[in-house]
């Protein structure tokens, strides 16, 4: 059965202090991981896709990087407003089939 | 562009009564689909749809029916709330069929008692 399970389920970080969100997942026959964002009261925001292993995929302070069986979100000095939920999800089967996470809250402090 | 439109914002029903969920996309997205989101668990898919007039199920579609008479409009009914249907509903949709980048509304938060 395919699966996508995010560690840890929260993460607390001082201002500056980087660390790494972890999604594994097992699936049969990856077409494509991605990562999304979600603020409390919003609705998820696109950040990734990554298709193979090995691939890495910047955007300011947030990297991610994906093997065969898992993904990592790194975070690098992260702010006060990187704090939100970080999604992961996985496309396998058919095009619209999208395997979600229940996510990492990330809380950043000054 | 407003993106994707959610209304209601909240919404308290109790448990038999129907309501629709509108969604609606101004980004002229061929696909459109309706996840909820529960505590502690991940997005799951309810109905999706490729184009107007066309639907299909999800992984979790009991309980809801969609309909897809234009482009821009993607609304979910319930037929008879229950309250396992309690949960934040989203609407999302995307340019392509490998749903790329999926834009996501801001959300229908329902209580069904």
């Known amino acids: 059965e395919d699966q996508v399970t995010q560690s840890p389920e929260a993460l607390r970080l001082q201002e500056g202090e980087s660390s790494s969100l972890n999604c594994s997942y097992t699936?049969?026959?990856?077409?494509?991981l991605f990562w999304y964002r979600q603020d409390p009261g919003k609705g998820p925001e696109f950040l990734f896709t990554?298709?193979?292993a090995g691939e890495e995929k910047e955007k300011e302070r947030l990297k991610a990087t994906l093997t065969k069986k898992e993904s990592f979100l790194h975070i690098t000095a992260p702010k006060p407003e990187d704090s939100a939920t970080y999604l992961c999800?996985?496309?396998?089967?058919?095009?619209?089939?999208?395997?979600f996470g229940a996510g990492t809250r990330l809380a950043v402090h000054p | 562009n407003a993106g994707v439109t959610q209304t209601p914002k909240f919404q308290v029903l109790k448990t038999g009564q129907s309501m629709t969920l509108q969604c609606a996309q101004d980004?002229?997205?061929?696909?459109m689909s309706w996840y909820r989101q529960d505590p502690g668990m991940g997005l799951r898919l309810i109905h999706y749809?490729?184009?107007?007039?066309?639907?299909d199920q999800g992984e979790v579609p009991n309980g809801y029916n969609v309909s897809r008479s234009t482009t821009e409009d993607f609304p979910l009914r319930l037929l008879s709330a229950a309250p396992s249907q309690t949960s934040v509903y989203f609407c999302?949709?995307?340019?392509?069929?490998?749903?790329?980048?999926?834009?996501f509304g801001p959300g229908t938060r329902l209580l069904v008692l």
């Open positions: 980004m002229n997205h061929e696909y």
């Open positions: 699936v049969s026959g990856l077409r494509g």
């Open positions: 999302a949709s995307s340019t392509d069929r490998h749903q790329e980048t999926q834009y």
């Open positions: 990554l298709y193979s």
């Open positions: 749809s490729v184009g107007a007039g066309i639907t």
């Open positions: 999800a996985v496309r396998s089967g058919g095009y619209n089939k999208l395997i």
